[in-house]
């Protein structure tokens, strides 16, 4: 696992779509729904996706991700985008069974794995720049996912805006913008791609979990 800089936290919107805020059978929230995952989730395109043992159903959560540029704390919504310095894929792979059964996600969202990113690319690359992004997820080879920024309840610049008035940015911090409608589970023998068109993809087969020592 190699990502440079390590992020100091992998920050995550929840429910940042109105589509998806529905399938989960909820209203959208009023303010941003923030939660961290561990660095330590992060996995590289190609490598494989561990459904450990006993956890229940596991889902792919397609999002657009960025990473932050420069350090950052309370910074306005007119500057925000200036914060960030690179856009990626990523998935933000849940164990939903027990994201309902725990008030806290960390676990739920925190596995070995659970975080698949694709190959930074610089923002100032980007022809069309960012408000035009977009993400896609298939399964198999199967349209599954489709979602465009446009849609964000809550916009890049706010978001940004309204996280560091909670908190300091780093450089090498991750912010994932939540998922579209569509999420579903994963099984050992999937292939999970999300790609943001123009930018890239991250694919990972999905495997079940074997432990060494059997425990
Ligand atoms: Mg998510």
Known sequence: MTIEPMPSKILCVG??????????GSEPPEEPLVFLKAPSALLL??????????????????????????????????????????????NDVTARDLQRKDSQWARAKGFDTFCPVGRPIPLKDLSKGVEGLKVETRVNGELRQEGAMKQFIFSLPFLISWLTRVMTLQPGDILATGTPAGVGPLAPGDEVEVTIPGVGSVRNPVVAESRPDGR
Do not use: C, T, W
């Open 15 to 24: 429910k940042n779509y109105l589509d998806h805020a529905r399938e989960m």
């Open 45 to 90: 395109d190609g490598a494989p996706i561990v459904i450990p043992e006993g956890v229940g159903r596991v889902d792919f959560e397609g999002e657009i991700a960025f990473q932050v540029g420069r350090k950052a704390r309370f910074v306005p919504e007119s500057e925000a985008l200036s914060v960030l310095s690179h856009v990626f894929p990523l």
